[in-house]
């Protein structure tokens, strides 16, 4: 059975940062890739992040780019999100998702596994 458990969330001004963490099990972590989605009180699920199983392939959502970093670490089965000069915008629970396949993609539908999320504020 594949968990993927977030961690790292909290409240943080704006212009802080913060990291999370997504901690998987049940699955082969090493070939999967995997990424990071938010998604705010009355809006869509919305695309921040992916990594390819190497890591050596990542995207990002245009609203994040040059502030957040994806990472992972294959030998913990962890994965990472640096989040920086955070703004009030970026209050969302946050969610990391994993794909049976190597490859990195940005679109919701093509994740199979699915984490509980956790939230993250960010204050004006």
């Known amino acids: 059975q594949v968990q993927l458990v977030e961690s790292g969330g909290g409240l943080v001004q704006a212009g802080g940062s913060l990291r999370l963490s997504c901690a998987a099990s049940?699955?082969?972590?090493?070939?999967?890739?995997m990424g990071w989605f938010r998604q705010a009180p009355g809006k869509d699920r919305e695309f921040i992040a992916a990594i390819s199983e190497s890591g050596y392939t990542t995207y990002y959502g245009d609203s994040v780019k040059g502030r957040f970093t994806i990472s992972r670490d294959n030998a913990k089965n962890t994965m990472y999100l640096e989040m920086n000069n955070l703004k009030p915008d970026d209050t969302a629970v946050y969610s990391c998702a994993g794909r049976r396949s190597s490859a990195a993609v940005t679109m919701v539908v093509r994740y199979d596994y699915w984490g509980q999320g956790t939230q993250v504020t960010v204050s004006s």
């Open positions: 049940g699955l082969t972590f090493g070939i999967s890739a």
